[in-house]
């Protein structure tokens, strides 16, 4: 069926460290975006990339969508205490106007 | 505050007691999501709504799951029969065509 995979679903990095996470979707997108949701909390959105190879930064947080748009990748620098959270992409799987269909997402633990 | 608001933010029932959730959304937002959670996992689509027309309902919700919104703009989830694998947060989101979702805080079930 279709799906918006997110592997792995967790990940542990010293803080400093960078991190990078990746999106896959088994259809192509017309958009995607990514969520965080911290500890106790509900998503909260962070951004959205529409066209192909795009690449969108929010301080230390990258994001890219793939030429193919059927990939995403998040990418922290020099991660902090603060980032901690799940981190969850989501896109239209059928076509612009569908429903919003979310990955699994990635629990980021940060250790200080 | 002209946020998504979901009540109440907690209900604990009773194995085979019926529940209702209610979501208010942003009020421009024609689109309207219910998704479920559980610990560990991203959301879960259950079904959504552009303006009072129900567009898509998972196959995986039983009968006993039931949604409306009536005048396109607040909506109800209602559950009957409860059981303990129900327990889970039960999360809405509001959001325009083809944009970025905004999520309520949620209604956490348990049954019991």
């Known amino acids: 069926?279709?799906?918006?995979?997110?592997?792995?679903?967790?990940?542990?990095?010293?803080?400093?460290?960078?991190?990078?996470?990746?999106?896959?979707?088994?259809?192509t997108l017309s958009n995607i975006q990514w969520y965080k949701q911290r500890p106790g909390g509900h998503p909260v959105f962070l951004i959205q990339l529409v066209k192909s190879g795009?690449?969108?930064?929010?301080?230390?947080?990258?994001?890219?969508?793939?030429?193919?748009?059927?990939?995403?990748?998040?990418?922290?620098?020099?991660?902090q205490t603060t980032d901690v959270g799940t981190y969850f992409c989501a896109g239209p799987q059928r076509g612009a106007n569908s429903k919003l269909t979310f990955g699994k997402g990635i629990t980021l633990s940060v250790r200080p | 505050d002209t946020g998504v608001s979901q009540n109440p933010r907690h209900k604990i029932t009773k194995r085979g007691q019926n529940v209702t959730f209610r979501c208010d959304p942003i009020s421009e937002h024609n689109r309207l999501y219910w998704y479920r959670q559980t610990l560990g996992q991203g959301p879960e689509f259950l079904t959504y709504f552009q303006n009072e027309a129900q567009l898509e309902k998972s196959r995986l919700l039983s009968d006993?799951?039931?949604?409306?919104?009536?005048?396109?703009?607040?909506?109800?989830?209602?559950?009957?029969?409860?059981?303990?694998?129900?327990?889970?947060?039960?999360?809405?989101?509001?959001?325009?065509?083809?944009?970025?979702?905004?999520?309520?805080?949620?209604?956490?079930?348990t049954v019991v």
């Open chain 1, 1 to 27: 069926g279709q799906q918006v995979m997110q592997i792995p679903q967790y990940q542990h990095v010293q803080e400093g460290e960078d991190f990078t996470t990746y999106c896959n979707s088994s259809t």
């Open chain 1, 54 to 79: 795009e690449v969108k930064k929010q301080k230390r947080l990258t994001f890219q969508f793939g030429e193919a748009k059927k990939n995403s990748s998040l990418h922290i620098t020099a991660t």
């Open chain 2, 64 to 109: 006993r799951f039931s949604a409306e919104r009536p005048k396109g703009s607040f909506s109800t989830l209602e559950i009957q029969r409860t059981e303990q694998g129900d327990s889970a947060m039960y999360l809405c989101a509001s959001s325009l065509v083809n944009s970025e979702a905004f999520f309520g805080q949620g209604t956490r079930l």
